[in-house]
Nanobody, 122 residues
Framework: QVRLVESGGGSVQAGGSLKLSCAASGYRFSTCGMGWYRQAPGKERELVSDISTAGTTTYADSVKGRFTISRDNAKSTLFLQMNSLKTEDTAVYYC????????????????WGQGTQVTVSS
């Protein structure tokens, strides 16, 4: 049974930092692309960042230069270091595992965590 458990969310003032973790189990972590998504109230879920099995990373324009995604395959854990947080970063952050493709194009993720709340106040 696949489990993804996020932690590290919380409340922080603008300009502060948080580090999210996603502990994965039930599958071979190193063989799957991973991602972080977020969903703010009244908005659609959006991709924040992802990392391939080879360590290639992508970021949403809104977080480039402030967030860093990483993975520890030995510990089956995904991370998201968030610096210089802004009020617009307030959202529930979700860990996603095992990216799949349709017609050679990334089409989504097989597994999802329950989410962790990040609240940034001014």
């Amino acid at each position: 049974q696949v489990r993804l458990v996020e932690s590290g969310g919380g409340s922080v003032q603008a300009g502060g930092s948080l580090k999210l973790s996603c502990a994965a189990s039930g599958y071979r972590f190193s063989t799957c692309g991973m991602g972080w998504y977020r969903q703010a109230p009244g908005k659609e879920r959006e991709l924040v960042s992802d990392i391939s099995t080879a360590g290639t990373t992508t970021y949403a324009d809104s977080v480039k230069g402030r967030f860093t995604i990483s993975r520890d395959n030995a510990k089956s854990t995904l991370f998201l270091q968030m610096n210089s947080l802004k009020t617009e970063d307030t959202a529930v952050y979700y860990c996603a595992a095992c990216r799949f493709y349709s017609g050679g194009v990334p089409a989504g993720y097989q597994y999802w965590g329950q989410g962790t709340q990040v609240t940034v106040s001014s």
